[in-house]
């Protein structure tokens, strides 16, 4: 699990509203979702923010980060699955591929009871942090006194590293 979900496991409470679930997934595994949920709908964000249907096997483009799925036409989204870069064990980041973290590092609060893991929540924030919304504001705000000092060093270089200075939630996390 991904998104204001992980922040919100990361800070232990519940803290705002969420329209849908985000999920990331490794590029390389994101046939498993389509067989994880046959009967559902599956659309593809083509860039530039153009939605098609995504066909059953089909493997998208590395253009392609978000897919959208509902259980049917009329239904709400539901999910939000977020491809991500791999090398080997190693995660790397569809921003800049010079921002790694070995897989087994990307998981921080426990899984759920059915063994769901979520994403760490400085990796979580630095996705967040290209363009800051409101509700990004918040999670920030509502993870950062949870965050270690070795989170927030690592989010501190990331976000210096891709976004350059100054990036406005860098200096509150060496306050």
Same mark, same amino acid.
């Given at each position: 699990?991904?998104?204001?979900?992980?922040?919100?496991?990361?800070?232990?409470?519940?803290?705002?509203?969420?329209?849908?679930?985000?999920?990331?997934?490794?590029?390389?595994?994101?046939?498993?979702?389509?067989?994880?949920?046959?009967?559902?709908?599956?659309?593809?964000?083509?860039?530039?923010?153009?939605?098609?249907?995504?066909?059953?096997?089909?493997?998208?483009?590395?253009?392609?980060?978000?897919?959208?799925?509902?259980?049917?036409?009329?239904?709400?989204?539901?999910?939000?699955?977020?491809?991500?870069?791999?090398?080997?064990?190693?995660?790397?980041?569809?921003?800049?591929?010079?921002?790694?973290?070995?897989?087994? @590092?990307?998981?921080?609060?426990?899984?759920?009871?059915?063994?769901?893991? %979520?994403?760490?929540?400085?990796?979580?924030?630095?996705?967040?942090?290209?363009?800051?919304?409101?509700?990004?504001?918040?999670? %920030?705000?509502?993870?950062?006194?949870?965050?270690?000092?070795?989170?927030?060093?690592?989010?501190?270089? @990331?976000?210096?590293?891709?976004?350059?200075?100054?990036?406005?939630?860098?200096?509150?996390?060496?306050?």
């Amino acid at each position: 699990m991904a998104g204001g979900i992980a922040i919100e496991r990361a800070v232990g409470r519940r803290f705002r509203d969420h329209a849908d679930l985000d999920v990331l997934l490794l590029r390389r595994d994101q046939l498993v979702v389509q067989r994880a949920l046959p009967d559902w709908e599956w659309w593809a964000a083509d860039p530039p923010g153009r939605l098609r249907p995504w066909r059953p096997g089909e493997v998208l483009p590395a253009a392609v980060h978000d897919i959208w799925c509902r259980p049917g036409p009329r239904a709400p989204w539901r999910l939000q699955v977020m491809l991500d870069e791999s090398r080997g064990e190693e995660w790397t980041s569809r921003r800049d591929p010079g921002v790694r973290r070995p897989l087994d @590092a990307l998981t921080g609060a426990p899984p759920s009871a059915d063994g769901i893991p %979520f994403l760490t929540p400085e990796v979580q924030l630095y996705y967040k942090a290209q363009a800051p919304r409101p509700k990004d504001e918040t999670d %920030f705000r509502a993870v950062l006194p949870v965050l270690t000092a070795p989170q927030r060093r690592w989010l501190a270089a @990331a976000l210096t590293r891709t976004y350059g200075l100054p990036h406005p939630w860098a200096a509150r996390l060496t306050e």
